[in-house]
T-cell receptor, first 112, second 117 residues
Framework: DQQVKQNSPSLSVQEGRISILNCDYT??????FLWYKKYPAEGPTFLIS?????DKNEDGRFTVFLNKSAKHLSLHIVPSQPGDSAVYFC???????????FGQGTRLTINP | DAGVIQSPRHEVTEMGQEVTLRCKPI?????LFWYRQTMMRGLELLIY????????DSGMPEDRFSAKMPNASFSTLKIQPSEPRDSAVYFC???????????????FGSGTRLTVV
């Protein structure tokens, strides 16, 4: 049972344009969401997070949007840069839980 | 801070052999997590420890998998006997958590790429 789903295995975007990565979840107990970025041969690294009390969190070029009614979150990267090419994982945790549940990941490729 | 250290980086073994993956968490972190990355399922949580005690091992695929954390600075994930379907990248992560991940979630190691032939 995949509680966190990233339905797009890959995404290709032109440099300078906006990249939008999507994530859906099924567990209504999730109240904290994170995005991780992973380069080849490295472990995932934290990128940005959002609590369920917010619907938007921004950090430089990265913005995460949360739509609780739709159980959907998205990561916007603008403008996209070649260094953004990586695999992006969405993750969620439930109140009182220590563990993070991850999605399958989306491979983002930024084309020059 | 050297981060989370995993060894070996790569492991190639024959089916039926025992495999041991190792992890040294960040000093001061009180929780340790073992994840497996596959194309189909992404990052799956296998087991996690809090203060060296296993809390949730519901993600361990079968009895062939076992994990230990004898002290705060070391953990192992063992597969015996190994099978080709165990081939994946195994990540260890650590964090300091009270009741939930902090704002920055986990710190991951670089992973061990396991190939069982």
């Amino acid at each position: 049972d995949q509680q966190v789903k990233q339905n797009s295995p890959s995404l290709s975007v032109q440099e300078g344009r906006i990249s939008i990565l999507n994530c859906d979840y099924t567990n209504s107990m999730f109240d904290y969401f994170l995005w991780y970025k992973k380069y080849p041969a490295e472990g995932p690294t934290f990128l940005i997070s959002i609590s369920s009390i917010k619907d938007k969190n921004e950090d430089g070029r990265f913005t995460v949007f949360l739509n609780k009614s739709a159980k959907h979150l998205s990561l916007h990267i603008v403008p996209s840069q070649p260094g953004d090419s990586a695999v992006y994982f969405c993750a969620a945790s439930a109140r009182g839980a220590q563990k993070l549940v991850f999605g399958q990941g989306t491979r983002l490729t930024i084309n020059p | 801070d050297a981060g989370v250290i995993q060894s070996p980086r790569h492991e190639v073994t024959e089916m039926g052999q025992e495999v041991t993956l190792r992890c040294k968490p960040i000093s001061g972190h009180n929780s340790l997590f073992w994840y497996r990355q596959t194309m189909m399922r992404g990052l799956e949580l296998l087991i996690y420890f809090n203060n060296n005690v296993p809390i949730d091992d519901s993600g361990m695929p079968e009895d062939r998998f076992s994990a230990k954390m004898p002290n705060a600075s070391f953990s192992t994930l063992k597969i015996q006997p190994s099978e080709p379907r165990d081939s994946a990248v195994y990540f260890c992560a650590s964090s300091f958590v009270g009741t939930r991940p902090n704002n920055y979630g986990y710190t991951f190691g670089s992973g061990t790429r396991l190939t069982v032939v």
